[in-house]
């Protein structure tokens, strides 16, 4: 099992930048993938980046491929999203997840294949 515990998020203008972060603890598996989703009331979660642990390889959605970055410090085991010229529609609460998840599309994208998840921080973009 893996504990997840974000932080980081605020109130930020729009077309700024903000990064965010995951605390992970506890054990995972060789396969474990973790990733980003965010959700706004009354929506479907939002899939965002993911990062496969073992070889750091990621994957983002299209909406923010080229303004988002997710990296990892492995030292504190630590998940980051640099999140780069943001947008109003981007207010949403930001969650962390993990899971033994197939990294492939139709796979890493889908929040049911993850099993943990941490408690989410929100983001605001204003205009």
């Known amino acids: 099992q893996v504990q997840l515990a974000e932080s980081g998020g605020g109130l930020v203008q729009a077309g700024d930048s903000l990064r965010i972060a995951c605390a992970a603890s506890?054990?995972?598996?060789?396969?474990?993938?973790v990733g980003w989703f965010r959700q706004v009331p009354g929506k479907e979660r939002e899939f965002v980046a993911a990062?496969?642990?073992?070889?750091?390889?990621?994957t983002y959605s299209n909406s923010v491929k080229d303004r988002f970055t997710i990296s990892r410090d492995n030292d504190k085991k630590t998940l980051y999203l640099q999140m780069n010229n943001l947008r109003p529609e981007e207010t949403a609460v930001y969650y962390c997840?993990?899971?033994?998840?197939?990294?492939?599309?139709?796979?890493?994208?889908?929040?049911?294949?993850?099993?943990?998840w941490g408690q989410g921080t929100q983001v605001t973009v204003s205009s």
């Open positions: 997840a993990a899971g033994a998840v197939a990294f492939k599309p139709g796979t890493i994208g889908n929040p049911r294949f993850y099993i943990n």
């Open positions: 506890g054990r995972g598996s060789s396969g474990l993938v």
């Open positions: 990062m496969r642990w073992s070889d750091g390889a990621t």
